[in-house]
C-alpha cells in the first residue's frame, strides 16, 4: 500500500471503482450537475469522488472490500492490496424536510466531504435540442427522476444552507444553474440565491454560469455574496468546442477571455475558476496552453477527467487514459505552483473542494 497517492487518484478517476458491496456508503449520484454516477471515498485523508456506475468503471481493475464493522475498505488490484478507503456517512440535513414539504436532499446535495452544492434552476434552455445542447450534460435526468425540483427558491436554499453547516459541518457552498437566456446567463437567479443564504449563515459561496453579456453583473455577484466565481469552458479547441457542445461554443473563446480579465478584477486571483474536461479530444498540449493562458490571468484552470454519464449521447464515450491525465496534471500543477495559484487559497467551490480531479496533489 505503497503507491504514490496523486498516481492512485489519477486511475482511480478514469478507471474507476468495482464495489464487492453495492451497498457501501451513500448512494451513488446519478443525473444532474456535477459529479454523477460517482461515489464519495476518502483515500489518504482526502475525499474524492470516483466513478461507480459507468461502463469503464465496471471493467475497472480497482475492487473495493466490503467495508469492515470500522467501514473501512480494502482496495485491490489484480488481488493486491492497494490502500485503504472508507465512505463518507450519509449528512445528517439529508433527514429532514423544508418548511414547504420538499427533501432536502432535494434542494442541495453534500459533494465531497464538507461541500454543499445546488443547481438552482435544473434546466436549461439548449437541453431539450440536442443539436444544441451540451452531450454530456444530465441536468434534467435527475428531475425526471423525481430526485430534485425544477427551481430552488431562496427560502429553500437559506433553510438547507443552514442546517447544513449546522449538522454537518459543510465549510462552503456551490450554487449553479442551468442557463436560462443569453443575457445574464443566469447571474440574476445566483444573485437572489447568495443574498439568502448569507442572510442565513456565513457561507462561503461559489456561483457558477456562462459569461453574462454585460461585465456588470461581476459587481452584482460580488456585492450579493458570491465569494468565487467559476466559468466552465468544458473543451478548448474550435472543433472539440462546436462538436461537443455546439449551443455554448456559440460564445467565443474570446468572450470568455475578456470576461476572466473582468471577473479577476472584481473577484481576485485565484478566485474565479473554470472547468476543463479532459478527454473529449482536445490534447494535451492544447490543454495546457490555454491553462498557461488562464494562469496568466489569476484564473484557476480545473482540469478534470472526463467520464461518461448514463442516457447521454456521450454515455459510451471512453474516459481518458490515466498517463494521459498525468502527462496535464503533472505540468498543470508546477505551473499552478510557480503562480502561486493553490486550490487550498480559493475562498469556495469546484477547485477548492477538488474531489473530481486529482490537480491539487500535483501541485507541491
Known amino acids: 500500500m505503497n503507491r504514490a497517492e496523486p498516481q492512485l487518484i489519477t486511475e482511480l478517476q478514469s478507471l474507476g471503482l468495482r464495489l464487492e458491496d453495492a451497498e457501501s456508503g451513500l448512494a451513488v449520484r446519478r443525473g444532474g450537475a456535477g459529479p454523477s454516477d460517482h461515489k464519495a471515498v476518502t483515500l489518504g485523508g482526502k475525499t474524492i469522488m470516483v466513478p461507480i456506475a459507468t461502463t469503464g468503471a465496471i471493467n475497472s481493475p480497482f475492487i473495493a472490500s466490503r467495508p469492515d464493522e470500522h467501514g473501512i475498505s480494502i482496495i485491490r488490484r489484480d488481488g493486491r492490496d492497494?490502500?485503504?478507503?472508507?465512505?463518507?456517512?450519509q449528512p445528517l440535513f439529508y433527514g429532514l424536510k423544508t418548511a414547504d414539504g420538499v427533501p432536502y436532499s432535494h434542494i442541495a446535495t453534500l459533494h465531497a466531504a464538507d461541500v454543499l452544492a445546488t443547481t438552482v434552476l435544473q434546466s436549461c434552455i439548449r437541453y431539450s435540442n440536442r443539436k444544441k445542447s451540451c452531450q454530456f450534460c444530465a441536468i434534467e435526468q435527475s428531475l425526471q427522476a423525481g430526485l430534485t425540483i425544477l427551481r430552488k427558491t431562496p427560502e429553500q436554499l437559506a433553510e438547507v444552507a443552514r442546517a447544513a453547516v449546522e449538522l454537518d459541518g459543510v465549510k462552503h457552498m456551490v450554487i449553479t444553474t442551468g442557463t436560462p437566456n443569453l443575457s445574464d446567463c443566469g447571474a440574476a437567479i445566483l444573485c437572489e440565491s447568495a443574498v439568502a443564504?448569507?442572510?442565513?449563515?456565513?457561507?462561503?459561496?461559489?456561483?457558477?454560469?456562462?459569461?453574462?453579456?454585460?461585465?456588470?453583473?461581476?459587481?452584482?455577484m460580488k456585492a450579493a455574496g458570491i465569494d468565487s466565481l467559476g466559468m466552465?469552458?468544458?473543451?478548448?479547441?474550435?472543433?472539440?468546442?462546436?462538436?461537443?457542445?455546439?449551443?455554448?461554443?456559440?460564445?467565443?473563446?474570446?468572450?470568455?477571455?475578456?470576461?476572466?480579465?473582468?471577473?479577476?478584477?472584481?473577484?481576485?486571483?485565484?478566485?474565479?475558476?473554470?472547468?476543463?474536461?479532459?478527454?473529449l479530444g482536445d490534447s494535451a498540449e492544447a490543454i495546457l496552453s490555454v491553462c498557461e493562458q488562464l494562469v496568466g490571468k489569476g484564473v484557476y484552470p480545473f482540469v478534470v477527467p472526463f467520464i461518461p454519464v448514463t442516457g447521454t449521447p456521450l454515455?459510451?464515450?471512453?474516459?481518458?487514459?490515466?498517463?494521459?491525465?498525468?502527462?496535464?496534471?503533472?505540468?498543470?500543477?508546477?505551473?499552478?505552483?510557480?503562480?502561486?495559484?493553490?486550490?487550498?487559497?480559493?475562498?469556495?467551490?469546484?477547485?477548492k473542494c477538488g474531489a473530481c480531479s486529482a490537480l491539487s496533489s500535483y501541485e507541491v
Open 232 to 279: 466552465h469552458l468544458e473543451a478548448v479547441t474550435p472543433e472539440v468546442r462546436a462538436r461537443i457542445m455546439p449551443g455554448k461554443a456559440g460564445v467565443p473563446m474570446e468572450r470568455y477571455m475578456d470576461a476572466f480579465d473582468a471577473a479577476v478584477a472584481v473577484f481576485g486571483r485565484g478566485e474565479v475558476s473554470t472547468y476543463i474536461l479532459a478527454g
Open 315 to 351: 454515455a459510451d464515450h471512453p474516459s481518458p487514459d490515466p498517463r494521459f491525465m498525468q502527462d496535464i496534471l503533472q505540468p498543470l500543477g508546477a505551473m499552478l505552483k510557480q503562480a502561486g495559484l493553490r486550490s487550498a487559497d480559493i475562498t469556495a467551490g469546484c477547485a
Open 197 to 220: 443564504v448569507k442572510a442565513a449563515v456565513n457561507l462561503p459561496i461559489q456561483g457558477q454560469c456562462e459569461p453574462p453579456d454585460d461585465d456588470s453583473w461581476f459587481e452584482r
Open 82 to 89: 492497494i490502500d485503504l478507503i472508507t465512505f463518507p456517512r
